[in-house]
């Protein structure tokens, strides 16, 4: 089956925009996490979604930082008034979210780019 | 990653054993994956170990000491399609959360 998509795969924007970046999950897998990763770092928690709601989002680093996850499928990352230091790879990952079942699979991820 | 200590570089030789080593400090533990990375790829599953003791899985192996802290991923008759980061993460807290070490390079050489 399908697996984890995202879109876009780049993105560059101006600092001071606003965007989106989206996650497609594994169909029903109900938990859903972000992460972003900079060069020669692993992956850093932002958020984690059980359902449709966020079950711990004390990775967002500011307020500039949302996520959304409406109808317990498709998340939405969004970032108000990017900064530079925002440049990174934003790595979705979607796992079945029952007991004992851990393993995260990981979309491909967004390259995103604040110039 | 700040709970979690990975060597941060490693090489070894086409056909040999490498160890990669990882400890980590948490509360609420309850379990410890290792990940396989590619560069400019997305990080794929290779284990995820619950109790103490080793698990074998091909030509990798994980090893897991809950007392110490400590765990390792074992990589046998090493090919080059193994250069690769390896990243140690913990699964900690009452749900799935995740959290990963900065990953260990590995380099094969010939």
């Known amino acids: 089956g399908a697996g984890v998509s995202q879109t876009p795969s780049n993105k560059v924007t101006e600092k001071g925009k606003y965007v989106e970046l989206r996650c497609d999950p594994i169909s029903g897998h109900t938990a859903l996490y972000w992460y972003r990763q900079s060069l020669g770092q692993g992956p850093e928690f932002l958020i984690y979604?059980?359902?449709?709601?966020?079950?711990?989002d004390s990775g967002l680093p500011n307020d500039r930082f949302f996520a959304v996850r409406p109808e317990g499928s498709v998340s939405t990352l969004k970032i108000q008034r990017t900064e530079r230091g925002d440049s990174a790879v934003y790595l979705c990952?979607?796992?079945?979210?029952?007991?004992?079942?851990?393993?995260?699979?990981f979309g491909p991820g967004t390259r995103l780019t604040v110039t | 990653g700040q709970n979690i200590d990975q060597p941060t570089e490693m090489t070894a030789t086409e056909g040999a054993i490498v160890q990669i080593n990882c400890t980590y400090q948490t509360s609420g533990f309850n379990g410890l994956f290792w990940y396989q990375q590619h560069a400019g790829e997305a990080p794929t599953f290779l284990s995820y170990?619950?109790?103490?003791g080793l698990e074998e899985k091909g030509r990798f192996s994980s090893f897991l000491s809950r007392s110490k802290g400590y765990s390792y991923l074992l990589l046998k008759e090493l090919q080059m399609k193994d250069s690769a980061s390896y990243l140690c993460a913990e699964n900690s807290g009452g749900y799935q959360k995740v959290t990963f070490g900065t990953g260990t390079k590995l380099q094969v050489i010939p």
């Open positions: 979604f059980q359902g449709t709601g966020a079950a711990d």
């Open positions: 990952a979607s796992s079945s979210g029952g007991p004992g079942d851990y393993e995260q699979y």
């Open positions: 170990n619950v109790l103490d």
